[in-house]
T-cell receptor, first 113, second 114 residues
Framework: AQSVTQPDIHITVSEGASLELRCNYS??????LFWYVQSPGQGLQLLLK??????LVQGIKGFEAEFKRSQSSFNLRKPSVHWSDAAEYFC???????????FGGGTRVLVKP | DGGITQSPKYLFRKEGQNVTLSCEQN?????MYWYRQDPGQGLRLIYY???????QKGDIAEGYSVSREKKESFPLTVTSAQKNPTAFYLC?????????????FGQGTRLTVV
C-alpha cells in the first residue's frame, strides 16, 4: 500500500524568504504525485501534479516541485513567500490500484512579517 | 461560477443524533467523494461514488452513510454509531479517476458533538 510522509508539521518562514516543504512517498510503481494547499477553514486547491516527463514541475502561485525517484521525494519550493502563502500544504500520491489518493499529514506554514 | 457547495459550514450535534451534511456540485463531474480531516492525520476517505445510484466504502466508512440519487448531490449522514464524529468534513469531485485527476473540494463542514 502507498503512503506519504511529510516530516515537518509546522514551518515558520519570514516574508520574502524561500520555502521548501518535504514530502516522501512509498509506492511500488510510478506514482502520480500532487501538492494541494488549504487556507484556514477552506477546502483544498491543487498547486501542481507530476506523473512523467520533466522532474521539475511548475504550479500555480509561483510554486514548483521536484521529483527525485532515487529519494522517493517530491519536495515543494517557492523562492520568495508572501503573507498569503500562510496555509496548510498536503502532499498526495495517487495509485491506480483501488483508485486511491493517499494524503500526507500536512505541513502548516506560518509567514512572519 | 462552477464549484462545490457544502452546507452548513458549522454543525453541532448532540450525542445519539444522526446529522446529514450536504454537498452539491455544478461541475458536471461523475465522481464525488467524502473525506474526514483531523489535525495531523491528513485526509481520510469515507465514501465515494463514481456514478449515480452507486457508491463504495472508503477507508473509514463505519458510522457513516451516503446516497447518490442525483449527479449533482452526494449527502453524507453521520450516524450515532460513529464514535468520534467531531471533525472537519470535506466533499470533493473529479472528472476522471481520482488517482490521476485534479480533485475539486468544497469549503468543508465542521461538525462538533456537544
Amino acid at each position: 500500500a502507498q503512503s506519504v510522509t511529510q516530516p515537518d508539521i509546522h514551518i515558520t518562514v519570514s516574508e520574502g524568504a524561500s520555502l521548501e516543504l518535504r514530502c516522501n512517498y512509498s509506492y511500488g510503481a510510478t506514482p502520480y504525485l500532487f501538492w494541494y494547499v488549504q487556507s484556514p477553514g477552506q477546502g483544498l486547491q491543487l498547486l501542481l501534479k507530476y506523473f512523467s516527463g520533466d522532474t521539475l514541475v511548475q504550479g500555480i502561485k509561483g510554486f514548483e516541485a521536484e521529483f527525485k525517484r532515487s529519494q522517493s521525494s517530491f519536495n515543494l519550493r517557492k523562492p520568495s513567500v508572501h503573507w498569503s502563502d500562510a496555509a496548510e500544504y498536503f502532499c498526495a500520491v495517487g495509485a491506480a490500484a483501488g483508485n486511491k489518493l493517499t494524503f500526507g499529514g500536512g505541513t502548516r506554514v506560518l509567514v512572519k512579517p | 461560477d462552477g464549484g462545490i457547495t457544502q452546507s452548513p459550514k458549522y454543525l453541532f450535534r448532540k450525542e445519539g443524533q444522526n446529522v446529514t451534511l450536504s454537498c452539491e456540485q455544478n461541475l458536471n463531474h461523475d465522481a464525488m467523494y467524502w473525506y474526514r480531516q483531523d489535525p495531523g492525520q491528513g485526509l481520510r476517505l469515507i465514501y465515494y461514488s463514481q456514478i449515480v445510484n452507486d457508491f463504495q466504502k472508503g477507508d473509514i466508512a463505519e458510522g457513516y452513510s451516503v446516497s447518490r440519487e442525483k449527479k449533482e448531490s452526494f449527502p453524507l449522514t453521520v450516524t450515532s454509531a460513529q464514535k468520534n464524529p467531531t471533525a472537519f468534513y470535506l466533499c470533493a469531485s473529479t472528472q476522471g479517476a481520482l488517482w490521476r485527476t485534479e480533485a475539486f473540494f468544497g469549503q468543508g463542514t465542521r461538525l462538533t458533538v456537544v
